[in-house]
């Protein structure tokens, strides 16, 4: 599967960066795009640079993963067109304010572009909003990408599996992404299980 993540300037970093590493882990071809402001809150954040895709292969162990690094001004790239449109896109974390130019059709960069293609070609578009409170206008732009065939899943970790580390509440939000994508994982302990 062709899988573009879009990593922008929400806090939750850290969502993105582990939901990259189980995908490249799980032999997916994964497309990396950063908002700007996503590049100095990863860096705030967690202290890695997102702009190198070797490194961060390196880093996890990982040389031979089919990781491609954009920038977000590359409206040549190929997931800028519906004629290469990738399978499936993850925006995570998901800034209110791109989730918002997205809902309003706003494509002023390869990321909104990306989610706009995925709408209008029908392929699943998976934003994981991490923002608190929401606020009215935060939760109409939701609903209208919700009926527009977005699936929308805040970073909202459940605790029915008795988690004892962050690491673990993180694992339990990446693996409903990877749900969403149809990806297997054993990231945490299903209800019943």
Request: hydrophobic share 45%; glycine share 10%; net charge negative.
């Given at each position: ?42 860096r705030?954040?967690t202290?890695?640079?997102l702009g190198?895709?070797?490194l ?24 800028a ?9 993850v ?24 989610a ?32 527009a ?6 970073a909202m ?9 962050l ?12 749900d969403?994508l149809?990806?297997p ?9």
């Amino acid at each position: 599967m062709r899988i573009v993540l879009a990593i922008t300037g929400a806090s939750g970093a850290v969502y993105g960066l582990r939901l990259l590493e189980e995908l490249l882990r799980c032999g997916q071809s994964v497309t990396l795009v950063s908002s700007d402001s996503g590049f100095a809150v990863c860096r705030f954040e967690t202290g890695m640079e997102l702009g190198d895709g070797d490194l961060l292969k390196q880093r996890w162990g990982l040389p031979d993963a089919d990781l491609t690094v954009r920038g977000v001004h590359d409206l040549w790239a190929p997931e800028a067109s519906g004629s290469a449109a990738p399978d499936a896109m993850v925006i995570a974390p998901c800034s209110m304010g791109t989730l918002g130019r997205i809902a309003a059709g706003i494509s002023g960069n390869l990321i909104e572009r990306a989610a706009d293609v995925m709408l209008k070609e029908s392929r699943p578009l998976i934003l994981l909003p991490r923002e608190t409170p929401f606020s009215a206008i935060h939760l109409e732009n939701m609903l209208r990408l919700s009926h527009a065939g977005a699936r929308i899943v805040p970073a909202m970790p459940a605790f029915y599996h008795q988690p004892h580390s962050l690491e673990d509440l993180v694992n339990f939000v990446v693996g409903k992404l990877l749900d969403q994508l149809g990806v297997p994982h054993q990231l945490f302990k299903r209800w019943g299980a």
